[in-house]
């Protein structure tokens, strides 16, 4: 399995009960996966657990047959090969597309940095956007920056938190399609968070169901009601 979790367990400093208990789950290479679930169900929290920007008090978590977390291991976010795709894309105001997609590139010569960056915009379809700022781009359009950024870096795994939830009714069916499309191509395994079962259905090889922080076996309606 290329992603392997067990028995993780959370529970915020000052909460009375765990956000999350028990999560067991394993993810194939290539796979995109959706955690469906209503707000407060825990699944953001699942997916800042994996990128290593909170700690489980219990359980193990391992990427692509490394060790990530266990009772004697806990890896910095920088050492886990993870993207993240945050709800609000968090771009750089003040930087270009170019100089955002860029911005996590490291140890690349220039010309190397260059070569990844037309890489990413030639798969997100703006090759002619590199010198524009995120305020004139539209919201389907910052996401495929925030995508595209995530990407550069070539993670083992991206995550994606809630990635429609800014954008108009009607821009969603045809990103969707466009998002599905990039994973694809990228060849990434991907986790998709959201409360949204036409998110999940468009974009997921598997659909997961989360609720009061566990993973279940549930109809879609009884989960989300």
């Known amino acids: 399995m290329f992603v ?5 367990q959370f529970q915020y400093k000052n909460s009375k009960s765990h956000t999350l208990r028990d999560i067991a789950v394993d993810i194939n290479k290539g796979e995109i996966i959706s955690i469906l679930g209503k707000s407060g169900s825990g699944k953001s929290t699942l997916l800042r657990l994996i990128a290593g920007l909170e700690t489980p008090q219990v359980g193990t978590m391992k990427i692509d047959g490394k060790q990530i977390f ?9 050492k886990r090969g993870v993207g993240v795709v945050f709800q ?3 771009l750089f105001p003040h930087m270009t597309v170019a100089q955002n ?4 590139l490291r140890k690349m010569s220039r010309k190397q940095k260059q070569e990844r960056l037309e890489e990413m915009l030639s798969l997100i379809n ?3 956007y590199g010198q524009r700022y995120p305020y004139e781009l539209s919201g389907g359009q910052q ?7 995530a990407l550069a870096p070539s993670p083992s795994l991206l995550l994606l938190d809630e990635p429609f939830s800014n954008l108009d009714v009607h821009l969603q069916e045809k990103i969707r399609e466009e998002l599905k499309d990039i994973l694809k191509r990228a060849q990434i395994t991907s ?13 997921a ?7 009061e922080g566990q993973l279940v076996v549930k109809p879609c309606e009884l989960v989300m009601s």
């Open 4 to 8: 392997q979790i067990r028995d993780l």
């Open 70 to 78: 266990d009772s004697k291991t806990l890896l910095s976010p920088e």
């Open 88 to 90: 609000d894309y968090a």
């Open 101 to 104: 997609i860029k911005f996590g």
């Open 126 to 128: 703006l090759a002619d």
């Open 143 to 149: 996401q495929r920056v925030a995508l595209a950024r």
């Open 191 to 203: 986790i998709l968070v959201t409360h949204d079962f036409n998110d999940a259905k468009a974009i």
């Open 205 to 211: 090889d598997r659909i997961l169901f989360i609720d």
